[in-house]
T-cell receptor, first 112, second 114 residues
Framework: DTGVSQNPRHKITKRGQNVTFRCDPISEHNRLYWYRQTLGQGPEFLTYFQNEAQLEKSRLLSDRFSAERPKGSFSTLEIQRTEQGDSAMYLC??????????FGQGTRLTVV | AQSVTQLGSHVSVSEGALVLLRCNYSSSVPPYLFWYVQYPNQGLQLLLKYTSAATLVKGINGFEAEFKKSETSFHLTKPSAHMSDAAEYFCAVSAGVGDDKIIFGKGTRLHILP
């Protein structure tokens, strides 16, 4: 297995545009997580899935953010009407239940 | 709810000296605890994990951590620092199988002085 894969690696978008990121987890992993990391900070939990079910979404997360995992495999994270404050590294991770998470390389979003 | 506090956003040690990175956790249930490392422009890599077995956990690259319930701590140590240890280190906690989202601390940047 090649590990957790995220695409694109970098995204530059204009304020107000919508963006979508993709995460392909390790194939046998049933859990999938999305985090956001800004410079000098730890990863901030956004949401996570067990198979196709979204178990929890951070209360701090704006309604402009939505995530899906339609078939319990890959996942997408969409940000609508992007703002400059959305600029960050978006990290995806996967695991089996109760085990450690394996992280992808992340997608760096810059909103200009 | 689970949380972790990492004491010291920056730690500097001389090459060959002891590395000690501090982490205290808060959890309403027996926690799972993790240390991750992030090298510049790379993803997070697991160093070690505690999942209620042995309280002294050994990880990769000579690192180890000790779970102390009475102190709610999970400090990371390495006897002798190497230049290649310079990185950002994150302590993290989850509630285990029941609620296994992982919550991270703010991180400690480790600087190695020649």
């Amino acid at each position: 297995d090649t590990g957790v894969s995220q695409n694109p690696r970098h995204k530059i978008t204009k304020r107000g545009q919508n963006v979508t990121f993709r995460c392909d987890p390790i194939s046998e992993h049933n859990r999938l997580y999305w985090y956001r990391q800004t410079l000098g900070q730890g990863p901030e939990f956004l949401t996570y899935f067990q198979n196709e079910a979204q178990l929890e979404k951070s209360r701090l997360l704006s309604d402009r953010f939505s995530a899906e995992r339609p078939k319990g495999s890959f996942s997408t994270l969409e940000i609508q009407r992007t703002e400059q404050g959305d600029s960050a590294m978006y990290l995806c991770a996967s695991s089996t239940t109760g085990s450690e998470a394996f992280f992808g390389q992340g997608t760096r979003l810059t909103v200009v | 709810a689970q949380s972790v506090t990492q004491l010291g956003s920056h730690v500097s040690v001389s090459e060959g000296a002891l590395v000690l990175l501090r982490c205290n956790y808060s959890s309403s249930v027996p926690p799972y605890l993790f240390w991750y490392v992030q090298y510049p422009n790379q993803g997070l890599q697991l160093l070690l994990k505690y999942t209620s077995a042995a309280t002294l956990v050994k990880g990769i690259n000579g690192f180890e951590a000790e779970f102390k319930k009475s102190e709610t701590s999970f400090h990371l140590t390495k006897p002798s620092a190497h230049m290649s240890d310079a990185a950002e280190y994150f302590c993290a906690v989850s509630a285990g199988v029941g609620d296994d989202k992982i919550i991270f601390g703010k991180g400690t940047r480790l600087h190695i002085l020649p």
